[in-house]
């Protein structure tokens, strides 16, 4: 299959896991969100009660507390079990690295609520695992740095990338008021100024660019409406097509590293 067939293939698949999700579905979750909120069927009829039931955010919300107790009540959300002796040492390691990326890395706690909330009131609740291994992109603005300070500015943390984009230089109050006394000038040279002077004396001011390596798990919750399967699948594994598809905003992707011109 090449690129042009493969193209092909994927618009099929996404356009019919659209109507499949643009129909029914999508008609049942606005009415249970229309539900859930208690907001006006539409058949409402003047001089008679207004009056809408709570039922269903009732429901709802009585059950979402056991269900969060189910896996939030330990402070492990998942525990590796060592199938022999030699396996324990490892399974402990395993069970504290998970719950680290679980509940540290990642909101844990929101992630289960929001999870369990999606899927009673949206009919699905997802969540993405995956290796994020973007880059963030940040300007920064310092003002007033020695030049030692400038020079650990330069070398920046491990793993990350740092670009001087502006540079000035200027000298502070009390240097410009001790060169006065001594018969010296700003203009004058480095060179030929003391060296204690020049250290102590000159600040920059400097416009960063930091960009940050990614490297981690990241989990998060996938809106139902953002999330595509082929209409027969009744699980994950069985799916021949899944997508994720969502909306960015050009600044985002400029923060993940994208070229701005691309």
Known sequence: MDEKELRAAIGNQITAANGYLGGEISEDRRTAMRDYYGE?????????????????QDVVESVM????????????????????????????????????????????????????????????????????NSKK????????????????????????????????ERWTKDAEAFMAQSG?????????????????????????????????????NIPPEEFLITQRARSLEDAAFTDHRTQRTISSLIEDGYDREQ
């Open 40 to 56: 006006p069927l539409g058949n409402e009829i003047d001089g008679r009660s207004q009056v809408v039931s709570s039922d269903v």
């Open 65 to 132: 507390p056991d269900l969060i107790q189910v896996f939030t009540a330990s402070d492990k959300a998942v525990k590796f079990e060592p199938v022999g002796p030699e396996d324990e040492a490892s399974a402990e390691q395993a069970t504290d690295f998970a719950n680290h990326v679980w509940n540290v890395d990642n909101p844990g706690f929101t992630i289960f609520y929001d999870w369990f909330k999606d899927a009673l009131l949206q009919i699905n609740g997802i969540i993405k695992i995956y290796w994020d």
């Open 184 to 220: 010296l000038s700003p203009d004058m040279p480095d060179e030929v100024l003391p060296p204690e002077l020049v250290a102590q004396g000159k600040v920059h001011d400097v416009t960063v660019k930091h960009t940050r390596s990614g490297g981690k798990v990241r989990i998060e």
């Open 137 to 168: 992109v940040q300007r920064r603005k310092y003002t007033g740095l020695s030049g030692d300070a400038l020079a650990l500015l330069k070398q920046g943390d491990e793993g990350d990338e740092v670009e001087i984009i502006e540079h000035s």
